[in-house]
């Protein structure tokens, strides 16, 4: 770890426990943050006490399923830059402008350009579209959408959900009843301690992050 | 087994099961398998998710102690490239051990993996076959052999199991006939990205070199081409085809019934009417 990255996690640390976030060197003078959104205020909190430091902006990018956010400031000459992700089916968080003014432009655009409520936000009118524009549309947000190709997206829940390419449903449990089968074939779906194995060495791949998947839906985030 | 014979045609299972026993096979089931992963969509959508999941089943049968013998020509291709992917490549294989690991699994490569075509034909061997007849399949069939049985990991003879499922064909009794289009494609990797364009440009002209033939059915090995030959077949009418469908037929179904098993007993309930068709007749 570089001297700049020791600094802003000693920063950060003040005010973030040390396994909410993750911190990598980008360069000499460079570091990135990664953190959920529920930390950043607490994040630039604690950046805030370091050597002068200052707001340089917000960008925002949309990545399908969530909108990235990108908090960068400089602290004592070090490049900070806090990535969290805002899911787009909540597409709310909590503004930074009371601890950091220097945001409330920053933060209205983007939640003009890309649809992100941030809560506690003082500003109601309009910055950058015109008065009167929708309320429902962004223009630089696109629709919620993933990794997974549409042709491939049942098969993709039915192999989270069965551990099967082919839903096992129950028409296909009656078609082997009435064809003198078991009701189930010896599949990883037939036997919870399978099932349980066969998501943990999916979730190690980190397939389901990439894929899109809500475990708790039992299905894709997107159509 | 895979996931499309018990799911959707389980039929071929009673099948498979029926052949197995008649000729002195012992089987073990493989508890806890999982998709292979299915190798148009699934496996190329996600190469870390698919080599993981294959390594997985791969590693089951090794604790089973047992070869695998495959039905699927799907799971077969992606079996038969994750062992070989694993074997070949260290930086792949160390990352799939530290997963399969961290599951309490480990698979060393000590297995053979075989296509059933190739079990029936090297470990069980043709002239087994013709003794167990009890019904010779006295009728004309051609051959479809899907795309993944020309895949081959030790040579370059791409045509050494579809000579295979020919032999076993004729075992059966049945008569072979050729329509020259046996090796193209039945269009369900295209059928998923655009149905109509795979039934008239790959199914289509088979079915039109068919029907120049005196073949009275076809003969799969793949459950998808043969799902995909049936359905396609049952779309023709919707898209102004005015062809007449070929009963669409198991290699597996095929022995079972030259074995001596009633269309009852293969659950035929859900196939073309073609297929049900040609298969009662047969008995009649």
Not at chain 1, 201 to 208: E, M, P, Q
Not at chain 2, 87 to 112: C, F, M, P, W
Not at chain 2, 212 to 230: D, M
Request: aromatic share 6%; net charge negative.
């Amino acid at each position: 770890m570089t001297m700049a990255a020791e600094t802003i996690v000693r920063l950060l640390g003040q005010n973030v426990p040390q396994d909410r976030f993750r911190c990598a060197p980008d360069g000499e003078r460079q570091v990135a943050v990664e953190l959920g959104a529920e930390h950043v205020k607490a994040a630039v909190r604690g950046l805030l006490h370091g050597e002068n430091a200052r707001f340089v902006t917000l960008a925002a990018v949309d990545k399908g399923e969530d909108i990235e956010l990108l908090y960068t400031l400089v602290v004592g000459g070090i490049l900070v830059t806090l990535r969290t992700a805002i899911a787009k089916e909540v597409s709310q968080t909590e503004t930074i402008v009371d601890v950091l003014p220097a945001a409330e432009l920053a933060e209205k655009e983007v939640s003009e350009l890309f649809g992100i409520e941030f809560a506690g936000h003082p500003r109601q009118a309009n910055l950058i579209l015109p008065d009167g524009w929708p309320a429902d549309k962004k223009p630089l947000r696109k629709p919620l959408m993933g990794n997974v190709i549409p042709q491939a997206r049942l098969t993709v829940e039915n192999l989270l959900r069965d551990a099967a390419s082919v839903r096992v449903s129950p028409s296909s449990m009656s078609r082997r009843e009435k064809a003198g089968l078991p009701k189930r074939p010896a599949m990883a779906s037939a036997k919870e301690e399978s099932m349980k194995e066969f998501i943990d060495l999916v979730i190690r791949t980190g397939f389901d992050k990439r894929a899109g998947y809500d475990w708790e839906k039992r299905k894709l985030r997107y159509k | 087994m895979g996931c499309v014979i018990p799911l959707r045609f389980p039929g071929i299972e009673v099948a498979a099961r029926r052949v197995f026993r008649e000729l002195g096979v012992d089987c073990v089931e493989l508890e806890g398998y999982s998709c292979c992963p299915e190798p148009v969509v699934l496996g190329l959508a996600d190469k870390e998710l698919g080599i993981a999941v294959s390594a997985r089943n791969l590693s089951l049968a090794e604790e089973a102690g047992a070869d695998l013998v495959v039905l699927c020509n799907g799971c077969f291709e992606t079996l038969v490239e994750a062992d070989a992917v694993l074997r070949h490549d260290e930086a792949v294989r160390s990352n799939v051990t530290q997963v399969l690991a961290a599951i309490g699994r480990r698979y060393e490569g000590k297995i053979k993996i075989k296509h059933f075509i190739e079990f029936l034909h090297e470990d069980v061997g043709t002239d087994r076959i013709r003794k167990t007849l009890k019904r010779p399949m006295d009728v004309a069939v051609a051959c479809h052999y899907g795309c993944h049985l020309f895949r081959e990991t030790a040579s370059a003879d791409t045509l050494r199991k579809p000579r295979m499922m020919r032999d076993l064909v004729e075992a059966s009794g049945a008569r072979l006939v050729d329509s020259g289009l046996e090796q193209l494609c039945c269009g369900f990797p295209i059928a998923q990205f655009d149905k109509a364009v795979a039934v008239k440009e790959r199914l289509l002209p088979k079915v039109n070199a068919l029907s120049k033939t005196p073949a009275e059915a076809v003969i799969f090995c793949c459950p998808a081409c043969l799902n995909q030959f049936e359905t396609g077949q049952g779309d023709f009418g919707e898209l102004g085809v005015d062809v007449g469908a070929y009963p669409c037929v198991h290699l597996l179904e095929l022995l079972a019934l030259s074995f001596g098993a009633r269309p009852a007993d293969l659950s035929l309930d859900y196939r073309l009417d073609a297929t049900k068709e040609f298969v009662e007749c047969f008995w009649e």
